[in-house]
């Protein structure tokens, strides 16, 4: 069995929620693209999860974070699109309540 080597990550998995976490780490599986967190739980990070060094770790958060806000902008965009063709449907088939008064006996 080979020696594991421990280092510091940079972990970018839920940089969007809790953001940048700097781990303990060592290296496993005989793969330079996964690694294991030391202390506590083990948990595995792989391929663009995790990063060498800090300046990674931002260049791929604020990639995740412009990636993030272009998908909501769609988002927006097409629930628009669905709002608009539901007025122009409720339109066309909306038919007056008719008003009530409330009586006095």
């Not at 260049?59 to 628009?80: F, V």
Request: positive net charge; hydrophobic residues 30%.
């Amino acid at each position: 069995m080979t020696e594991r080597t421990r280092f510091k990550a940079f972990i970018t998995l839920h940089a969007l929620t809790v953001g940048i976490q700097e781990v303990e780490v060592e290296d496993c599986f005989d793969s330079p693209t996964v690694v294991k967190a030391v202390e506590g739980y083990p948990e595995y990070y792989r391929g663009r999860e995790w990063h060498r060094s800090r300046e990674e770790a931002i260049a791929r958060a604020e990639n995740m974070r412009s990636d993030r806000i272009a998908s909501l902008k769609k988002q927006i965009k097409k629930r628009e699109e669905q709002i608009k063709r539901l007025e122009k449907r409720t339109i066309r088939f909306r038919t007056p309540f008719p008003q009530t008064t409330a009586s006095s006996d």
